[in-house]
């Protein structure tokens, strides 16, 4: 039986897809951690951990028999960029400190999420290829780019079965984002319901590639069960599912609340986000484990804003 631990585990992708796994693999099975306590309930055990304390994080995996870390814990784009060194050692550090357990303890799989942050204005911004040029303007894009490069060092010279996804932007309706470029892409439907406005910090065109977080978990579980010779690439496969900008989503969100009206205020995100892809060629993850989203613009409007109306009238946050 498969022993799993997630660190991160109280952020925006980590509490849901903690939840999908306790439902997969069962919760007696799954040991949730993050630097902070939850701000709610988690089905599993959940324990305190720093990641950039090695021994304890060492000391987690050898004594509950690890054999899958979920390793989601990292600082994001925009928080990032507030301390570039602490963002460089809490990165890199947790990383290389896992990659060398699994040698140690015989950790039978990791995951490490990367990010569209790794590409940079000298990528092609349309239908960015898997392989392409890649020189990040932050502190978050470099450490991924790093990680990129150490996932694929440690299968290729030790066999660690890590596997890797580049997320775009992430878009949940159960929990808040953690400091990203992309986080408008939540907080405009919070506003919409809430105050019937929006002041975007990106501008109106500015185009970026995102996924619901249902598709998100999706193919986070669905990686990590393909047979391990269908796994081609282990720096970090391109994932994507729809993409669009402020002024798009906008008007998405007016067909079911007609007054909605949003204003556009550039902050210094603008330059991060000016710096990604505008949408992502996923054709190798589609090829070698059949990677398919599930939602388009108008499924993942409808179902935010019918369980956010819910969530908020509930007063549940």
Known sequence: MEKILITGANGQLGTELTISLCKKY???NIIAS?????????PCQFIKLDVAQKADLERV????????????????????????????????????????????????????????AVFGRTTPKENTPQHTVTEPDTMYGITKLAGER??????????????????????????????????????IFYQAIETGTYNCFLNRETFLPMMYMPDAIKATIDLMDAPKENIKIRSSYNIGAVSFSPEDLAKVIQK??????????????????????????????????????????????????KNLKEKLSNSIF
């Open 26 to 28: 069962g919760v007696e």
């Open 256 to 305: 079911s609340i007609p007054d909605f009206t949003i204003t556009y205020s550039p902050d210094f995100r603008q330059q991060i986000a000016d710096s990604w892809p505008s949408n992502i060629d996923d054709s190798a993850a589609k090829k070698d484990w059949g990677w398919q989203p599930n939602f388009d613009l108008d499924k993942l409007s409808s179902d935010m804003l």
């Open 34 to 42: 993050d630097i902070n306590l939850p701000k709610s309930t988690l």
């Open 61 to 116: 995996i050898a004594n509950a028999q690890i054999t899958q870390v979920f390793h989601l814990a990292a600082l994001l784009s925009a928080k990032g960029e507030s301390d570039p060194q602490f963002t460089w050692d809490l990165n890199m550090s947790s990383l290389i400190t896992i990659l060398e357990a699994a040698r140690k303890y015989q950790i039978n799989k990791i995951f490490w999420p990367s990010s569209i």
């Open 150 to 187: 150490l996932c694929e060092y440690y299968f290729k010279k030790y066999g660690i079965d890590v596997r890797s996804l580049r997320y775009p932007g992430l878009i949940s309706n159960k929990t808040l984002p953690g400091g990203g470029t992309t986080d408008y892409a939540v907080d």
